[in-house]
């Protein structure tokens, strides 16, 4: 197989864009965007009820956009 037999669509590429485009935060600044505790997101992401990337076992990436989406749809106030 050549890399010529590896074809990405168009909407493939505008994902992989996207994507490059997101800031990934931790959990302490993932906190701080929607008012919660550290603790509370930590807990969100082992109930897997927050928006989240886990990079390797240990390691857990929230991306902002995501987030603000979640928040939106799950009635967060973030204006706090």
Same mark, same amino acid.
């Given at each position: 197989?050549?890399?010529?037999?590896?074809?990405?669509?168009?909407?493939?590429?505008?994902?992989?864009?996207?994507?490059?485009?997101?800031?990934?935060? !931790?959990?302490?600044?993932?906190?701080?965007?929607?008012?919660?505790?550290?603790? %509370?997101?930590?807990?969100? %992401?082992?109930?897997?009820?927050?928006?989240? !990337? !886990?990079?390797?076992? !240990?390691?857990?990436?929230?991306?902002?956009?995501?987030?603000?989406?979640?928040?939106?749809?799950?009635?967060?106030?973030?204006?706090?």
């Amino acid at each position: 197989m050549s890399h010529n037999d590896f074809k990405l669509s168009d909407q493939s590429v505008a994902e992989a864009l996207k994507r490059m485009d997101e800031k990934l935060v !931790r959990h302490t600044e993932a906190a701080e965007i929607l008012s919660v505790s550290p603790r %509370t997101i930590r807990e969100w %992401t082992s109930l897997r009820k927050i928006p989240h !990337r !886990r990079i390797t076992p !240990r390691c857990v990436r929230y991306s902002v956009p995501e987030l603000l989406e979640w928040a939106e749809e799950n009635r967060i106030d973030v204006s706090r």
